[in-house]
């Protein structure tokens, strides 16, 4: 408001001077001596004030875009983390489904392999050497096979665990709309 208040007052006073010095009997061509001035400066002063509006238009709007460009910053970054987060309790539900599993057949394979040694420790003491022997080499055989193929699918899960998170947080850091704020700062 404030803004338009030097015009107005600038106006006001250019229109006092005028009417002041007109003659006091004014007639015919008087008249327009008197209106063409006044026209003239009512035209700029509107031109003025719409170039004032003008500005302060842009100025509001420019602001309206980067408090929108913020909060769109803002969604897209708290979306990242949202999806990460969700990424990274997926595997660890994932992890606890397959240890469970693992424990359970585990179990089971241990179980298994109890027998067969208890088998053939019974068939060592009955005579059976020979048999017995066998049996115990071929479980000794299965289980550091199994054993193996345990460690070794612990290690390819690990790995793929560290590469899946590794790409989560790449994703996260490489945010091209990050890196445009980051250079605008």
């Known amino acids: 408001m404030l803004k338009y208040l030097f015009g107005i007052l600038l106006i006001q006073i250019v229109t006092v001077s005028l009417v002041l010095f007109l003659p006091r009997d004014v007639e015919g061509i008087g008249w327009l001596q008197l209106l063409i001035p006044l026209f003239s400066i009512s035209l700029v002063a509107a031109f003025w004030f719409s170039t004032i509006a003008e500005h302060l238009r842009k100025d509001e709007l420019s602001k309206l875009k980067e408090n929108h460009f913020k909060e769109r910053e ?45 088998v053939g420790v019974f068939m060592m003491f009955t005579e ?41 947080i790449v994703k996260v850091i490489k945010n091209p709309l990050l890196e445009q704020k980051k250079k605008k700062s």
């Open 128 to 168: 059976l050497m020979t048999f017995g022997l066998l049996t115990l080499t071929t479980m000794g055989g299965g289980l550091g096979g199994y054993l193996f193929r345990a460690k070794k699918e612990k290690r390819q899960e690990d790995k793929l665990l560290n590469i899946q998170g590794e790409q989560a």
């Open 74 to 118: 803002k969604i897209r970054v708290n979306a990242e983390r949202a999806k990460t987060r969700a990424i990274k309790k997926t595997q660890k539900e994932m992890t606890k489904e397959v240890s469970k599993t693992h424990s359970r057949a585990n179990f089971k394979v241990v179980t298994a392999f109890s027998g067969a040694v208890g």
